[in-house]
């Protein structure tokens, strides 16, 4: 038995007629006629009983139409929400980053695209698991580093030095720093715990340490709030320290020497598995990045990347 058999059989049954459906599908009544047929061979039942005007329903077919007819109707609906959803960008799309988007510029593009699309949905969810690509909930994913061997696209978004930070409270209780040599004696408070702390100062000299962490978070924010309770020096990304410093949540540490951050990447599946809505908002994403980050969505500009 063929579906495509079975799909004309139903629209025969719904159209009322042969030459109504034929219309509806756009063939010839004697294709039709004949297709029914060859249902019918197939299954061995009849289904329909033709009459010179009209046509009437075996017990057959009213069983096939209570079994499949709303099956159809089901795969009918889903079709068109597919084809709506390709038109008018409709749906859920899933941004997973170590970080609260919303704080990065890619999530105040997200925010914007979402502002241009409304049936579109946006879940920001937190998680710097290496497993992204082996999920299926996940379209879009932020992540800091190297990122492991996988079928998903990594592009390159920017560069982003690390400072180190500290509390005001904690620098006034522990032992001042002048150099990074002298971390050894302080906890430490990172997000990346397997990664060495490179240094290097303007008039040439550098230093590398691996350290031992008090305090290891897969996320920023929880390194930050550490660092603000007190619990040590924190190595964060430059562009999320600035404005704690700016604001004396934290002070900077070391500020003469230069630390070396990680890149930041977002990764996706090939496009050919992307929906409409998620390849629409990485096109929009490396459209309009600028690498700045602003406190207001109406009042930000964009350049376009050459």
């Given at each position: 038995m063929k579906l495509d058999d079975l799909e004309l059989f139903l629209a025969v049954v719904k159209s009322?007629?042969?030459?109504?459906?034929?219309?509806?599908?756009?063939?010839?009544?004697?294709?039709?006629?004949?297709?029914?047929?060859?249902?019918?061979?197939d299954t061995g039942r009849k289904l329909l009983l033709r009459h010179a005007k009209e046509m009437s329903l075996t017990?057959?077919?009213?069983?096939?139409?209570?079994?499949?007819?709303?099956?159809?109707?089901?795969i009918e609906t889903r079709l068109i929400n597919i084809a709506e959803e390709k038109e008018q960008l409709s749906g859920l799309i899933v941004l997973n980053s170590p970080i609260n988007p919303i704080?990065?510029?890619?999530?105040?593009?997200a925010l914007e695209f979402a502002r241009q699309h409304p049936k579109v949905q946006l879940r920001f969810q937190l998680g710097n698991q290496l497993d992204y690509y082996m999920r299926g909930d996940i379209d879009i994913a932020l992540r800091f580093g190297k990122q492991p061997a996988s079928d998903w696209i990594?592009?390159?978004?920017?560069?982003?030095?690390?400072?180190?930070?500290?509390?005001?409270?904690?620098?006034?209780?522990?032992?001042p720093v002048t150099h990074p040599n002298q971390l050894h004696q302080h906890h430490l408070l990172t997000s990346n715990p397997a990664h060495k702390w490179f240094f290097r100062h303007p008039d040439g000299e550098t230093f590398q340490m691996v350290h031992n962490a008090r305090i290891q978070s897969d996320e920023l924010e929880s390194v930050h709030y550490a660092?603000?309770?007190?619990?040590?020096?924190?190595?964060?990304?430059?562009?999320?320290?600035?404005?704690?410093?700016?604001?004396?949540?934290?002070?900077?540490?070391?500020?003469?020497?230069?630390?070396?951050g990680t890149d930041l990447v977002i990764l996706h599946p090939q496009r050919k598995l992307l929906?409409?809505?998620?390849?629409?908002?990485?096109?929009?994403?490396?459209?309009?990045?600028?690498?700045?980050?602003?406190?207001?969505l109406l009042t930000r500009t964009h350049r376009h990347e050459t």
């Open positions: 009322g007629s042969f030459a109504a459906a034929a219309r509806k599908k756009n063939m010839p009544t004697s294709t039709l006629s004949r297709r029914i047929q060859q249902l019918e061979t017990k057959d077919g009213q069983l096939f139409v209570q079994q499949f007819s709303a099956l159809f109707d089901d704080q990065h510029q890619i999530g105040q593009l990594q592009k390159w978004i920017a560069h982003n030095p690390s400072v180190l930070c500290a509390s005001r409270e904690y620098l006034d209780t522990h032992p660092a603000a309770a007190g619990f040590g020096i924190a190595k964060l990304p430059e562009w999320y320290a600035t404005e704690l410093i700016h604001r004396h949540e934290l002070e900077a540490v070391l500020p003469d020497w230069q630390m070396e929906s409409e809505r998620a390849l629409a908002l990485i096109d929009y994403i490396n459209t309009h990045w600028t690498g700045v980050t602003s406190t207001s």
